[in-house]
């Protein structure tokens, strides 16, 4: 029986390796990584309702489940990356299933203000459109800053940053309930802040997609 949901486990993950078109690496993608624990899952289960055959049809059922989960953000993150394409904003996907993404300074927000900078609202209508498709998710907007200035004024600032972008978002037709804004100031920096180049990429938005349970 462990053969059974090794092997149907390693089938499901073989097939769905693929090079990720943006960065060339081969990798298992998210709908792989969901229809491996799908699968598994769902032989786990048929091993114990009807034996060998049991486990080989629950193997086929879980495997499109977790295919389901997986390849709803692995799509929406695709979507992501076409739209946002030599706009500056840095698309990553985490191990966990979200999508974050990370908007520095030099396309959000000048120095010591939370009005947009000539551009930005182009890009986050992109957002948007794709966040409106696929409205299964939960949003997380932060606002992070340089360790210029007091703690206290650069809490502020973030959260003006953050709050400004989830309006725009909101008035741009994502719902309000999903999104959640955060306001993170100096605390959790990303480079070195003892330089220019270091404070510019500290001073950020980042966008969290998360699917809903």
């Known amino acids: 029986m462990k053969k059974i949901i090794i092997a149907a486990l390693a089938l499901s993950m073989l097939s769905a390796c693929a090079t990720d078109p943006y960065t060339g690496e081969s990798k298992v993608s998210k709908t792989a990584w969901g229809t491996g624990i ?3 899952l769902g032989a786990g289960v048929g091993a114990l309702i009807g034996g060998q055959k049991g486990a080989l049809i629950g193997a086929g059922v879980g495997a499109l489940g977790g295919a389901a989960t997986g390849g709803y953000m692995d799509v ?3 979507e992501l990356r076409q739209k946002l394409t030599g706009t500056g ?4 996907q985490l191990d966990n299933g979200q999508i974050l ?8 927000f000048a120095t010591n ?7 930005f609202n182009s890009i986050l209508d ?3 459109l794709v966040l409106k498709k696929y409205d299964k998710t939960l949003i997380n907007v932060v606002g992070h800053t340089d360790s210029v200035g007091s703690d206290e004024y650069n809490m502020q600032l973030s959260a003006k940053r953050a709050l400004a972008v989830s309006n725009y978002l909101a008035l741009r037709g994502v719902a309000e309930n999903r999104m959640v804004v955060r306001a993170m100031g100096e605390k ?11 404070r510019a990429q500290n001073r950020r ?8 349970n």
């Open 38 to 40: 799908g699968t598994a």
């Open 76 to 78: 929406q993150a695709r």
């Open 89 to 92: 904003v840095q698309l990553k």
């Open 101 to 108: 993404l990370i908007m520095p300074s030099n396309i959000t």
């Open 113 to 119: 203000s939370d009005v947009f900078q000539t551009g």
């Open 126 to 128: 992109s957002v948007a």
């Open 188 to 198: 959790s920096p990303i480079a070195s802040n003892d330089t220019e180049a270091g």
């Open 205 to 212: 938005v980042e966008i969290t997609i998360q699917q809903m």
